[in-house]
């Protein structure tokens, strides 16, 4: 639904003459044209898997989406307080030390995905330039390494926190990486993790 290069196998690809669906670019193209500073929102929406690790990786993923795309807001119908692996995503972004610390909020351009394996959103905090956050989303049944390299961001310090199949609920802290001026980091499988990065 997010990208010009990939075309699912659907009747919706099909009736459109095999194009890719492309929505949320499409319609900030509509609202440029013709509505000009128009807020873009999601009103409904839910990828399921309230409970299982594939809904979290589905969440966080659209969270990330969502922010890249500036959607204005979006409305997730029918998640609920039983929806741990959901809301484990939510917190991914929001709170995910459980100490209150969140995803940056000036959104960074992100280069080197493969949006079938994984994604990785990343952000300043306009309240604390030496502060940077980065989501990483292993959508592989594998673990993977990441060499996370920025551009005028030098980290001195890193910190994880990382939900997988067998953390529902609650985050547990994971190992990243200062190296070169670059951060590595191992993702397990099917995971989602959020690193929050400081510069001396």
């Not at 999601?42 to 929406?45: G, K, L």
């Not at 960074?108 to 995905?113: E, I, N, R």
């Not at 292993?138 to 049944?141: F, P, R, T």
């Not at 310090?157 to 926190?161: S, V």
């Given at each position: 639904?997010?990208?010009?290069d990939?075309?699912?196998t659907?009747w919706?690809?099909?009736?459109?003459?095999g194009k890719?669906?492309?929505?949320?670019?499409m319609?900030?193209?509509k609202?440029?044209q013709?509505?000009?500073d128009t807020k873009?929102a999601?009103?409904?929406?839910n990828?399921g898997?309230g409970?299982?690790i594939?809904?979290a990786i589905?969440?966080a993923?659209v969270l990330?989406i969502?922010?890249r795309?500036g959607?204005f807001a979006?409305?997730?119908w029918?998640i609920s307080?039983?929806d741990?692996a959901e809301?484990?995503?939510?917190?991914a972004f929001?709170?995910?030390?459980?100490?209150?610390?969140?995803?940056g909020?000036?959104v960074?351009?992100?280069?080197?995905?493969s949006?079938?394996l994984?994604?990785?959103?990343?952000?300043?905090?306009s309240k604390?330039?030496?502060r940077?956050?980065?989501?990483?989303i292993?959508?592989?049944?594998v673990?993977?390494?990441?060499?996370?390299?920025f551009?005028?961001f030098?980290?001195g310090?890193?910190?994880?926190?990382t939900v997988?199949a067998?953390?529902l609920g609650?985050?547990?802290?994971?190992?990243?990486k200062?190296?070169?001026?670059?951060?590595?980091?191992?993702?397990?499988?099917?995971?989602?993790s959020?690193?929050?990065?400081?510069?001396e």
């Open positions: 639904l997010f990208r010009s990939y075309v699912e659907s919706i690809t099909r009736s459109m003459g890719a669906i492309d929505l949320l670019p319609l900030q193209g609202i440029d013709f509505y000009p873009l999601v009103t409904e929406y990828f898997g409970k299982e594939s809904g589905a969440q993923d990330g969502f922010g795309y959607v979006a409305a997730n029918g307080a039983n741990t809301l484990d995503a939510f917190r929001r709170n995910f030390d459980g100490a209150g610390a969140t995803f909020d000036q960074l351009a992100v280069s080197g995905t949006a079938s994984n994604s990785v959103y990343a952000a300043l905090d604390d330039s030496k940077l956050t980065v989501v990483v292993n959508k592989s049944a673990l993977t390494n990441f060499r996370i390299t551009r005028k030098t980290p310090t890193a910190r994880a926190f997988t067998s953390s609650h985050a547990i802290p994971s190992t990243a200062v190296s070169d001026e670059d951060i590595t980091f191992t993702a397990p499988p099917l995971s989602v959020t690193i929050e990065a400081k510069r």
